[in-house]
T-cell receptor, first 116, second 115 residues
């Protein structure tokens, strides 16, 4: 079955520690995205990548880093510079074949990050 | 600057009745709009979308209406079912270029459908 896999589902971070959230997709999608959701709020875009080896900052990129070495994978690192990392993190992907027109993003089931 | 707003945090509806969820936007460059449904601790699930060249799109019990002059869209669910109880997010994007697929989300509306 094709889909987006995020791991782990729950993650705990100590103060001053970097942690990496995994996102893998087997949908052959070109573009991948990372969002953050806080209680009572919508999703906010952290980083996105439309093609391998290229990515752009979203609206709240400070304290985060990403890489896109493979089409299937888009890991997100939450660095110690992110002062309020506790949140629900969601990864999404979509195809970028222009002949198909606009296509919706499909989401993984998220990773909940908490600070110890 | 909230470019996509869902002004009703919650909505309660009786089973079998119509649910109407509303969304307003400010960026006139948005040309693709989507509705997602989300359960707690899960990722959003895509429901329905509409392009700015249309004013209505229907898929089963779900219909999305777009009023470009008012910068307003709505999602109608008829008939509402208890399984529809979830948080609903509207989202918008600008097609093409480096912003392709970049979605801006509203804050969400919690829909509760009572049996």
């Amino acid at each position: 079955d094709g889909g987006i896999t995020q791991s782990p589902k729950y993650l705990f971070r100590k103060e001053g520690q970097n942690v990496t959230l995994s996102c893998e997709q087997n949908l052959n999608h070109d573009a991948m995205y990372w969002y953050r959701q806080d209680p009572g709020q919508g999703l906010r875009l952290i980083y996105y990548s439309q093609i391998v080896n290229d990515f752009q900052k979203g609206d709240i990129a400070e304290g985060y880093s990403v890489s896109r070495e493979k089409k299937e994978s888009f890991p997100l690192t939450v660095t110690s510079a992110q002062k309020n990392p506790t949140a629900f993190y969601l990864c999404a992907s979509t195809t970028r074949r222009l002949l198909l027109g606009n296509q919706p993003q499909h989401f993984g089931d998220g990773t909940r990050l908490s600070i110890l | 600057d909230q470019q996509v707003k869902q002004n009703s945090p919650s909505l309660s509806v009786q089973e079998g009745r119509i649910s109407i969820l509303n969304c307003d936007y400010t960026n006139s460059m948005f040309d693709y709009f989507l509705w997602y449904k989300k359960y707690p601790a899960e990722g959003p699930t895509f429901l329905i979308s509409i392009s700015s060249i249309k004013d209505k799109n229907e898929d089963g019990r779900f219909t999305v209406f777009l009023n470009k002059s008012a910068k307003h869209l709505s999602l109608h669910i008829v008939p509402s079912q208890p399984g529809d109880s979830a948080v609903y997010f509207c989202a918008a994007s600008v097609a093409g270029g480096t912003s392709y697929g970049k979605l801006t989300f509203g804050q969400g509306t919690i829909l509760t459908v009572h049996p």
